[in-house]
């Protein structure tokens, strides 16, 4: 594939990402191996799966002679500030489309002031407003409103059929590395992208961070999207959601800080957090074999 120069040099440094063993006690004494994925250090500027799912997409809008860009998000949206880092390193404009017209006129909160700082220009619309882009029409609506008309649209969390085959490479760089490879759940393009990566044998395991139970169909239809079918073997535990998005408790918070300094890790608290706490669940109900070796994917930092 033609890659422009200027995509390789600023947006794609050095997968694969390291791949660490952790000497673990709750982990050894059930004879399972706890490795981790570090794709929190896959890029400075757009760790983990946000690098994996944007870098396709940016090509594809770079490769369209695209110079803006348009997608959207909450006021505390990780893939909005990824989207807005990844406009300034290539010098595209970048507008989102925040849900909440309510915070229009407010001072921002720090996660929106770095979305502003990187150059992303913020156009708030109330909550109905923002969930009418699921109709293709309203959507192109909602970007002519924000003055975007033309820029290339990044959905909401990134999760189009480029981004999963952005995340079935994470699949592929480990490939003979693990028996399952465990991931957190916001939208489960991650998940549904890494499945499809994964060789014969090997199993993705999905922990949603959401309550709900809507995400199954949701990951059948991304697949059927950037696959034309379901794609790899997974599976989902959801069970280990805390009450919700952004919910952290006080025994979760106990276990994300031990956790941390036990293994030098700096456990980002919405996903990561849950993912480990339910691998080390699993672990002690014996739902993992003796021997087996569990990746766990580190998506991202604090
Ligand atoms: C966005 C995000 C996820 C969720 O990824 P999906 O592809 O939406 O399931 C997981 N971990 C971190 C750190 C994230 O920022």
Same mark, same amino acid.
């Given at each position: &594939? ?18 660490? +063993?952790? *000497? !673990? +006690?709750? $982990? ?12 929190? %250090? ?8 946000? =690098? ?12 369209? #002679?695209?110079?803006? %860009? ?6 505390? /949206? ?20 925040? @849900? ?10 720090? /996660? ?5 700082? !990187?150059? &992303?220009?913020?156009? $708030? ?11 293709? @029409? ?25 981004? %999963? ?13 693990? !028996? ?31 309550? #709900? ?14 696959? #034309?079918?379901?794609? #790899?073997? =997974? ?11 952004? @919910? ?10 031990? $956790?941390?300094? *036990? ?13 480990? =706490? ?9 739902? $993992? ?11 991202? *930092?604090?």
């Amino acid at each position: &594939m033609n890659r422009p120069p200027s995509l390789d040099a600023r947006l794609e440094p050095r997968p694969p990402s390291p791949l660490q +063993e952790v *000497r !673990d +006690e709750r $982990f050894a004494a059930r004879g399972v191996r706890l490795l981790l994925k570090r794709d929190d %250090l896959v890029h400075p500027e757009l760790p983990g799966n946000k =690098w994996r799912k944007l870098a396709p997409n940016l090509r594809a809008a770079l490769e369209g #002679g695209h110079d803006r %860009l348009v997608t959207f998000g909450g006021a505390y /949206s990780n893939h909005l500030r990824a989207t807005a880092a990844a406009g300034r390193l290539l010098g595209l404009r970048t507008v989102g489309i925040v @849900r909440g017209d309510e915070l229009a006129g407010r001072p921002l909160n720090d /996660s929106l002031a770095r979305c502003a700082a !990187d150059g &992303m220009r913020l156009h $708030f619309v109330s909550r109905s407003d923002y969930r009418r882009k699921a109709e293709p @029409r309203e959507l192109a609506r909602l970007v002519d409103s924000a003055g975007a008309g033309g820029a290339y649209v990044v959905p909401e969390g990134g999760s189009n059929a480029l981004a %999963l085959h952005g995340c079935a490479e994470l699949g592929r760089e480990l490939r003979g590395a693990a !028996d399952v490879v465990a991931v957190a759940c916001g939208t489960g393009g991650t998940l549904a992208g890494l499945a499809a990566g994964l060789a014969p044998g090997q199993r993705a395991l999905g922990v949603p961070v959401l309550a #709900g139970g809507f995400l199954a169909a949701e990951i059948r239809s991304l697949q059927a999207a950037a696959f #034309g079918g379901p794609a #790899g073997s =997974w599976t989902l535990a959801e069970d280990f959601h805390h009450g919700g998005y952004a @919910r952290v408790p006080d025994a979760l918070e106990a276990f994300a800080a031990d $956790f941390g300094s *036990r293994h030098g890790l700096p456990v980002e608290r919405i996903y990561v957090a849950k993912l480990l =706490w339910a691998l080390a669940e699993l672990t002690a109900s014996g739902a $993992f074999p003796r021997g087996t070796a569990l990746a766990a994917v580190v998506t991202g *930092r604090p």
